[in-house]
């Protein structure tokens, strides 16, 4: 049993903040070329040093500006979720909640989007598994280049 690593980052709850399913009633299927996809993260950490709850946002978006765009439909939903990290690991919640919180977030937003589009009488939207650590890297990558752009 002492060979058993103990799981550092405990997930607490999450709750969904939001859900928006508008229907483009003016779309034109033999225009479309297909759906647009964003995903936002936003971490909120303790404000004191010794605390080891923090939280982590997860919204994903599909079909920004709808009409304009010639989309089917505009789905958000944003989800919370409240985490716990092992005092032990707390120089690393950073990484924890960028990476690990986010991972264990995304099944429930996907089975939001899915379920909300399939309620809607619509094909459902099943968003494949993703890579939460290479789309968080390729997210500061971007952040870094844009930085670097301003700094010039």
């Known amino acids: ?25 003016k779309f034109r299927k033999e225009e479309f070329k297909g759906l647009d996809l ?20 997860l919204k994903i978006e599909i079909g920004n500006d709808a009409e304009k765009n010639n ?19 707390l120089d690393k919640m950073k990484q924890f909640a960028e990476i690990n919180a986010v991972s264990i977030l995304f099944p429930y937003a996907r089975a939001l989007i899915t379920t909300t589009t399939a309620n809607a009488n619509i094909p459902p939207v099943v968003l494949p598994p993703m890579n939460i650590a290479a789309m968080i890297e390729n997210k500061n990558k971007e952040k870094a280049g844009d930085n670097e752009k301003c700094d010039k």
């Open 1 to 25: 049993m002492d060979n058993i690593s103990k799981c550092v980052l405990k997930f607490n709850k999450y709750d969904v903040n939001k859900i928006l399913f508008v229907k483009n009633v």
């Open 38 to 57: 964003n995903i936002d993260t936003n971490f909120n950490y303790p404000k004191n040093a010794e605390d080891n709850l923090f939280t982590v946002t």
């Open 71 to 89: 989309y089917p439909f505009n789905i958000v939903t944003e989800i919370v979720g409240f985490f716990e990290l092992d005092k032990s690991e």
